[in-house]
């Protein structure tokens, strides 16, 4: 396996995914926000109406072998979804569109890992001898379906279901050829976690990789200070690292990421001389900002999607008193500061998103055009606030030009076709890839639109749930 990323829109050659697991459905209301789900999800259709519809564009993209001309097959009644099922002798088993769970039972199959990831669970859930015992003489395939859904094959609950995995952007970020695992900062991602660096350091497919995996551990004052809960803590979550060029990383300062999860990821980044430039980018602790992907993304190298509230537009100060007597406008105004390797205690400040975004493309990317700006809801209000709530700037870049998001955010797709985009949806693209009317290396400047309506009551787009592990090398 390669493992090469260096910005955030060369052709994606390999990702890591987690389809939804049963876990998902079994979000109860109550616990519905502990969870970090807003609402609970049809387990039906978020897997067969919508999200093996994402896994059918990935591997049309990116390994078209094991779908081109075998649709029909493949979705037939009587197959009831068994190449989507990672359990199932029939699953697709893509080494380009690389499933976790997968992954999980492949390391299980080691009795020595087994048994201590066994025990990790067990101390971190609060599990029983006994049970610990019972999950000790499973299966491999079935205890990766425990570890993930939090249930017995008998359907019962165990532990709580970790439904967010489906966001893998958030338990890793390859920044060139390293992988910086997450520390995160709510309570409902912590067995990610440990199931993600568990199948890291041990899978066959990182074994080149291992010296190449960072880690960040706590601050010493952190556990000395006293009392439970700690307001400072060291955390840092995927979704709020963004590798945009080969020497350049983002990292937000954010709901997830604390200022020394950044601080601290940035240090270890420089020692090991993966980037030589890192820009904190501070938003605003909001639920619905939670990462920095959430509010904007990159589509071209001359291209963002973002929300205009945080941009420059907002701050700009005109006619009314009320701009100069409120503070509320310049609330949601991020701060942002870029360091280089050579130069920590002199950074740089960006006044606005778009000015640092504009650098990027222009300096970082060599873009021989004006860099342009994307809103989600097309800069309208109340539309703009809507839209980035349901990740209208959370897309995925499957190649420069081309994008992945939801179907719901009609004013940001509005936006989109006034830029010149093509707008088409998943299922049509999908029957035109089949039919030869269209090619998947023939798309660009496209949005792809998948349909969304249960799968965003999860609070990710497809940059969240997507962990690229290599990309085609950025040429400038
Ligand atoms: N990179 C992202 N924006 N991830 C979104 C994660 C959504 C998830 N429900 C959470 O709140 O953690």
Redesign the pocket.
């Known amino acids: 396996m390669h493992i090469q990323v260096d910005s955030e829109i060369g052709s994606l050659k390999a990702l890591l995914i987690h389809s939804p697991d049963s876990g998902l459905g079994k979000v109860v209301p109550s616990k519905a926000q502990d969870w ?2 807003e609402d609970i999800v049809h387990l039906d259709i978020v897997r067969s109406k919508e999200y093996d519809y994402y896994l059918k564009i990935l591997l049309y993209f990116l390994d078209p072998d094991k779908i081109k001309g075998k649709l029909q097959q493949i979705d037939s009644p009587e197959n009831s979804r068994a190449f989507y099922k990672p359990d199932n002798p029939d699953f697709h088993n893509s080494t380009k569109v690389i499933e976790l769970q997968n992954l999980l039972t492949d390391i299980l199959h080691d009795p020595d890992i087994c048994q201590k990831l066994t025990a990790s669970v067990c101390a971190i859930e609060g599990c029983t001898y006994q049970l610990e015992q019972e999950l000790l003489n499973t299966s491999p395939s079935e205890l990766a379906k425990v570890f993930i859904s939090g249930s017995m094959a008998n359907d019962n609950m165990i532990f709580p279901p970790i ?2 995995f489906i ?1 893998t ?2 338990i890793g970020i390859t920044i060139n050829d390293h992988i910086l695992l997450n520390k995160p900062a ?1 309570k ?2 912590a067995r990610e976690t440990l199931l993600a660096r568990y199948i890291f350091f041990n899978h066959q497919l990182f074994k080149d990789y291992r010296d190449k995996i960072i880690e960040i551990p706590d601050t010493l004052q952190f556990f000395l200070r006293p009392g439970e809960e700690h307001g400072e803590k060291t955390t840092i ?3 709020d690292v963004m590798v945009v060029s080969k020497d350049h990383v983002l990292i937000g300062c954010s709901e ?1 990421t604390s200022a020394s999860g950044a601080s601290e990821a940035i240090k270890m980044l420089f020692e090991r001389n993966v980037v030589s430039k890192a820009t904190v980018v501070k938003i605003p602790p909001k639920r619905d900002f ?2 920095i ?2 509010i904007f993304t990159q589509v071209k190298r001359n291209m963002w999607v973002l929300l205009g509230s945080i941009g420059s537009q907002e701050q700009s100060k005109g006619l009314d008193p009320i701009d100069y007597i409120s503070e509320k406008r310049n609330k949601e105004k991020p701060e942002i500061i870029q360091f280089t390797r050579n130069e920590i205690g002199s950074p740089k400040t960006f006044s606005c998103i778009e000015h640092l975004l504009d650098d990027i493309s222009q300096n970082d990317l060599k873009s021989n055009r004006p860099t342009e700006f994307i809103y989600s809801g097309n800069n309208i209000f109340p539309y703009d606030a809507r839209e980035q709530w349901t990740d209208s700037c ?1 897309l995925l870049a499957i190649r420069e030009g081309v994008v992945i998001g939801y179907d719901r955010n009609d004013k940001t797709v509005e936006a989109f076709k006034e830029k010149g985009f093509e707008v088409i949806k998943a299922s049509d693209l999908i029957n035109k890839f089949e039919n030869g009317e269209l090619n998947p290396e023939s798309i660009e400047n496209t949005l792809i639109l998948m349909p969304s309506a249960e799968l965003s009551r ?4 497809f ?2 749930m997507s962990m690229p592990l290599l990309r085609e090398s950025f040429k400038r």
Do not use: I, S, V, Y
């Open positions: 970090l789900f439904p967010n966001f952007r958030d709510k409902a991602r979550e995927g979704g997830r939670m990462h992907d959430t959370n999860a609070r990710g787009g940059h969240c």
